[in-house]
């Protein structure tokens, strides 16, 4: 793990203490009596879902901070162990629903590690270009909302403009604008119509004058600059003890991103920029968020580039025990029939052993945890949420804070409550 050169963010560390994700009052200040609480959400658009914030107030300084979670408990992962193999994928993109592909991704990677299954370059090629296309779309919606809160209202209506191209091509290629499900294991679900190529050809070459438009707004401007520099300040030692990952960790100054550490998919194979930043304030998670827009641009050009010539090949493994048989042949192969049958009603079975598979989310790392006892189900499943990682930093960015900051930095962090709570 390496940091670049960068000036001291601030001295020692301002994680709060005895328990690091509590901004407690000080003593002498609560004597006082000057101290006023308030809640801050459930129920409010500004915290990103349904986050509860218990804010200490001195003025218009913030002096104590308290997240509460569990409004949104939805027991995705036991609700898993309750399904078979196949039928669980359904739930993993609803996790974290503004990153489902790549949610889909890590589950369906860590079943094909436990049955030590090698995909078609034509289904690793095309998920890499498919997850890319979602961390566009998950950077879209954070940059669109979190405009929008400091007052950038037109930044909301551009980012949406995009997202909207991005959904169609997810519904040409797989026939859902969300929640997919086109990531299964062995592959894709189906092949990727022909009228998908040209589309997404057509976005990505338009999309770096979108992003043009946007860094014309935002980065230079004097009100977005007052907003976001030298706010939340998060320095690189309290990132790594916090356990920080993806645009929050990168800047603070650590450079360390799994599409270049432990390449998986494609990854080793485009060529790309992990975009680093020194300063650690909202400002700078601002900056990485933009740059990895153009990066994953560049990263689906590159897949677009090599899928457009792998017509014909193979999308998925051929193992009627592990993947739906073409529809074609169920009107003339009672043995396909058979297999059509068993794999929607009982599902396969995976051999018994634990896996831990780990991406690089649009938030950082994702982790999925597995556990097979044989059966034709999950016996444990386990999601390591970087947007739950993500809050166990909120205490600290605020130290100093003023409630004026207050929005801009719990949105910098950029979380999303279903991953959170689950």
Not at 291 to 297: G, V
């Given at each position: 793990m390496a940091t670049v050169q960068r000036p001291r963010i601030y001295e020692g560390t301002r994680i709060p203490s005895p328990v690091?994700?509590?901004?407690?009052?000080?003593?002498?200040?609560?004597?006082?009596?000057?101290?006023?609480?308030?809640?801050?959400?459930?129920?409010?658009?500004?915290?990103?879902?349904?986050?509860?914030?218990?804010?200490?107030?001195?003025?218009?300084?913030?002096?104590?901070?308290?997240?509460?979670?569990?409004?949104?408990?939805?027991?995705?992962?036991?609700?898993?162990?309750?399904k078979s193999w196949w039928k669980a994928i359904t739930y993993a993109p609803r996790i974290d629903y503004v990153s489902f592909q790549n949610?889909?991704?890590?589950?369906?990677?860590?079943?094909?590690?436990?049955?030590?299954?090698?995909?078609p370059p034509k289904a690793t090629w095309m998920r890499t270009l498919l997850c890319e296309l979602n961390r566009i779309h998950s950077h879209l919606i954070w940059l669109g909302t979190s405009a929008l809160e400091i007052g950038a209202i037109s930044m909301f209506w551009y980012a949406f403009r995009e997202r909207e191209s991005l959904l169609d091509l997810f519904e040409l290629v797989a026939g859902y604008r969300m929640h997919t499900r086109y990531f299964q294991v062995g592959g894709l679900a189906e092949d990727v119509p022909r009228g998908f190529y040209p589309e997404c050809r057509r976005f990505i070459e338009a999309f770096p004058r979108s992003m043009d438009d946007y860094e014309a707004m935002l980065s230079r401007n004097e009100i977005w600059l007052e907003r976001t520099e030298r706010i939340g300040l998060l320095s690189a030692d309290d990132a790594i003890a916090l356990g920080q990952s993806g645009p929050v960790l990168r800047a603070s100054g650590v450079d360390w991103d799994l599409r270049k550490t432990q390449p998986y998919l494609s990854y080793g194979e485009v060529d790309f920029e992990v975009p680093?930043?020194?300063?650690?304030?909202?400002?700078?998670?601002?900056?990485?968020?933009?740059?990895?827009?153009?990066?994953?641009?560049?990263?689906v050009e590159q897949c677009l580039d090599r899928v457009e010539h792998m017509e014909g090949e193979p999308w998925t493994v051929d193992d009627r025990k592990l993947v739906l048989p073409p529809r074609h042949e169920l009107h003339t192969s009672m043995e396909t029939l058979i297999h059509h049958f068993k794999l929607v009603t009982e599902g396969y079975r995976v051999p018994e052993g634990e896996v831990y598979t780990t991406?690089?989310?649009?938030?950082?790392?994702?982790g999925c945890y597995v556990v097979s006892d044989g059966g034709p189900k999950p016996w444990r499943v386990k999601f390591r949420a970087p947007s739950f990682v993500a809050l166990e930093a909120t205490a600290t960015c605020m130290s100093n804070a003023l409630i004026a900051d207050f929005i801009a930095i719990v949105g910098s962090l950029d979380t999303v409550m279903g991953e959170v709570d689950r």
């Open positions: 690091p994700t509590i901004l407690t009052v000080p003593p002498d200040l609560a004597e006082t009596g000057d101290v006023l609480q308030v809640n801050f959400g459930p129920n409010h658009p500004s915290t990103h879902g349904v986050l509860r914030l218990v804010v200490d107030l001195n003025g218009e300084r913030v002096v104590g901070i308290k997240a509460v979670v569990g409004y949104l408990h939805t027991g995705f992962e036991k609700s898993m162990e309750q949610n889909e991704l890590v589950f369906v990677l860590a079943i094909e590690q436990l049955l030590e299954l090698e995909t680093v930043y020194p300063n650690g304030d909202v400002y700078d998670r601002y900056r990485v968020h933009m740059d990895e827009l153009r990066q994953s641009a560049r990263i991406i690089e989310s649009p938030r950082g790392e994702l």
